[in-house]
């Protein structure tokens, strides 16, 4: 069951940047269980609406046409897009959007600063955030803790907010640039992960 996963990655955003504004657009059923379609309506919204960062802590199996022209557009304003890469803990399925050239693919890493065990990893992934044992606020109030590439997200996506508000002509490459020169290394856990783990740790 998904029930408070959107109010959890909201709450985490939140915690890592909290002098922004959070736009909540609500995709997934309980289940988690969404359409793409419901997807790219969220993503044009959201940036014919003045957002600046979105956090897509969600993923599909494969490209699918609506999503790639709602990101296209999401880009063409100066959106800066975040995905959570997975959760398979190995290189296939690559899921999508993480898989697009128009976002920034964050894997999960542990305490230790090891790629988590659960994370999905690829050449498509920028960075690498904490994603395991994670607390964060919960749905119908008070706390939870949740693992996945679904609380690293959110956690870039305030770090991206956070420089926005600084600079707010910057682009993505800017943005991931900036983020890409403070992190901290992860360590591989499997030879596979090697050089797929993004520039590093989010260290903000």
């Not at 770090?159 to 591989?188: K, M, S």
Request: proline letters at 4%; a negative charge.
């Amino acid at each position: 069951e998904a029930t408070g996963h959107g109010t959890h990655v909201a709450g985490l955003m939140a915690a890592v940047s909290p002098d922004s504004r959070l736009m909540i657009l609500r995709v997934l059923n309980s289940d988690g269980v969404g359409t793409a379609y419901d997807v790219a309506r969220a993503i044009e919204y959201a940036a014919t609406h003045g957002a600046r960062v979105i956090n897509l802590s969600l993923g599909m199996l494969q490209e699918v046409w609506m999503v790639y022209e709602a990101l296209k557009f999401a880009e063409d304003r100066n959106c800066v897009v975040i995905a959570s890469a997975g959760n398979w803990g190995a290189s296939y399925p690559d899921e999508y959007p993480a898989s697009s050239n128009r976002v920034l693919a964050i894997a999960a890493s542990d305490s230790l600063d090891r790629a988590a065990s659960f994370t999905s990893y690829s050449n498509d992934v920028a960075l690498s955030a904490p994603g395991t044992g994670i607390r964060s606020a919960f749905w119908n109030g008070g706390y939870a803790i949740w693992s996945g590439t679904s609380m690293s997200a959110p956690l870039v996506a305030g770090g991206a907010a956070l420089l926005l508000q600084l600079h707010p002509n910057w682009t993505r490459e800017q943005v991931l640039a900036r983020l890409a020169a403070t992190v901290d290394p992860v360590i591989a856990t499997d030879p596979h992960q090697v050089g797929r783990l993004g520039a590093g740790r989010l260290n903000l």
